[in-house]
């Protein structure tokens, strides 16, 4: 460990749970602090991370300066596509927003983008980075065929739901690292994979309090499981095995990408610290028994950028 690290390693002790913030701080104050309105569309990409996707801000905040601007970019993109279900109170409205979207990502492409911090944002990645396309029409597509609410009937579903959105940001992120690597694409689809079914089980209660159910129908089945018991926050035996079944899917597949993952290159297992979050909630779950509606699981978890970091200093997955 050098001096640089060892420095590092040092301030972040020092800050504990305010890490976050302060890193950003000096990110933003660097540059002699800048006040174009370049610098204005970054801080606001950087800020709706930080405020909608705290663990997603705190695994992007380690990233090459090469990269990180890109990345957020994507991550604020991403968030107001992911908003936009459950902030609007007609289906119609969801259909048209994801509409403006699709347009402006035509614009963006076009080199034509719209006077948006995110859009003027994602045009600067994409001319830096030549994003694929395809991902980014993904991630508006798949929110496109469950605007209406409507739950996954089957793990496969929930599965391929989560490669159009979860391993669509990975995908994008590792072009901002310049990474071409079928191996590193194969990490990217199980750890989205995993992400996708882990925020599934995590938000269950916020769901269950609106009298929704995203959890793969097919599992109510299996472990004879009425929609009704998760409505009012069961923590019967057959709720928790559904749990665990569908957490046992998302171990599975961190177990599959940590195995191929000691084949892709060293630089590309920094796209992959977002895995610190779900280890964590995966361990909190079993602790839990799987019981989805404990209230240990509704906190935040403090010390996630000092396991981030630790993920980052040993280049692990």
Known sequence: MNTVIRSYWLNLQKCGTNYSNNLTKRLLNSQNQKTSSSQSHEVYCMELGRKRDWEGYIASLLLPKSSRRSVFAIRAFNSELSQIGGSVSEVAIGHMRLHFWKQCLESVYDGKPPESPVALELHRAITAHNLSKIWMKRMIEAREDYIEGQGFKSIRELEDYADNTSTAQLC?????????????????????????????????PYHAARRKVQLPTEFFSKHLVSQEQIF??????????????LASQAHIHLQHARDIAIKIPRKA???FLNTASMDWYLERLRLGDFNVFHPHLQRRNDKLPFTVFCKFVLKKV
């Open 269 to 271: 297992k920094i796209a």
């Open 172 to 204: 994008l992120t590792l072009q901002c690292l310049g990474i071409e690597d079928v191996n590193s694409d194969h990490v990217a689809s199980h750890i989205g994979k995993a992400q996708g079914i882990i925020t599934t089980i995590r938000s269950t």
């Open 232 to 245: 009012r926050g069961s923590e019967e035996q057959n709720v928790r095995d559904l749990i665990y079944d």
